[in-house]
Nanobody, 114 residues
Framework: QVQFVESGGGLVQPGGSLRLSCAAS????????MSWYRQAPGKGRELVGT????????WYSGSVKGRFTISRDNDKNIVYLQMNNLMPEDTAVYYC???????WGQGTQVTVSS
């Protein structure tokens, strides 16, 4: 079945960096767009960015553009989220997903705090 396993979260100081990974299975990864979402405490789930199937095109929300970068390894079925210059407002649980399936993983917690 379709499955996503996110990892790489943790506690980081403001201005720091983290790289999240998402291992996907159960569908044709290389032809699927992949998105990262996040959900902060008390807020709804927010789309952070999307990478399209060949990895040649990406889209980012205005709140992360210029700081976050999405990449993918189609041989390993993994999508990455490189997060630089992290700010306290980036604190959230981060999830990955392909839009064609309404399936979510467990997410990975990112906490930005001094």
């Amino acid at each position: 079945q379709v499955q996503f396993v996110e990892s790489g979260g943790g506690l980081v100081q403001p201005g720091g960096s983290l790289r999240l990974s998402c291992a996907a299975s159960g569908f044709t990864f290389e032809t699927s767009a992949m998105s990262w979402y996040r959900q902060a405490p008390g807020k709804g789930r927010e789309l952070v960015g999307t990478i399209y199937n060949a990895g040649l095109a990406t889209w980012y929300s205005g709140s992360v553009k210029g700081r976050f970068t999405i990449s993918r390894d189609n041989d390993k079925n993994i999508v990455y989220l490189q997060m630089n210059n992290l700010m306290p407002e980036d604190t959230a649980v981060y999830y990955c997903r392909t839009p064609q399936y309404n399936v979510w993983g467990q997410g990975t917690q990112v906490t930005v705090s001094s």
